[in-house]
């Protein structure tokens, strides 16, 4: 871990690979000035590393409940999503922009986003978390029923 770890009710996972390392520097200022409680998963510096090694961990983190929510990032934000949406419960959604945001949690209930260090401005991407974390599921049973149809595709694949 990198720090950021406090004890709070509310935590969000984050982590990256050296592409999306700066990114996430960025995003732990904000979450910093915000008084945002977050764990930060690594790395901890532009040395190379795996993005499915990091991906797994913010992954683990959500799944089990240690933390609430998650961001990944990796130079384009493909590689970590495909990564971690591999853990069953794991809806990660790569977003371009805050309204991809918004309906990531809205509709899908998203609970990890994904980014592109090297595709996205800081401001941006800030914009786009800032969209993320602060909108909540719809509960509208159209919602949750594709919720639950993809809970039951996970169950089908299972080995």
Do not use: W
């Not at 978390?129 to 694949?157: C, G, L, M, W």
């Amino acid at each position: 871990m990198c720090g950021g770890e406090e004890t709070f009710s509310f935590m969000i996972a984050i982590g990256s690979d050296h592409g999306g390392y700066e990114l996430k520097e960025a995003i732990k200022g904000y979450f910093d000035s915000e008084k945002i409680p977050y764990k930060d998963l690594g790395t901890c510096s532009l040395e190379s590393v795996d993005y499915s090694d990091i991906g797994i961990l913010v992954a683990e983190a959500v799944k089990s409940g240690e933390c609430d929510s998650g961001i990944v990032i990796c130079g384009t934000g493909i590689g970590i999503s495909i990564a971690v949406n591999k853990v069953p419960g794991i809806r990660a959604a790569l977003c371009t922009d805050p309204y991809m945001a918004r309906m990531a949690r809205e509709h899908n209930d998203a609970n990890v986003l994904a980014l592109g260090g090297r595709v996205l401005g800081e401001g941006l991407a800030l914009e786009i978390v800032k969209t993320f974390i602060s909108t909540p599921f719809s509960h509208e049973s159209r919602h949750q029923n594709r919720i639950d149809k993809i809970s039951a595709i996970e169950e089908q694949y299972k080995e």
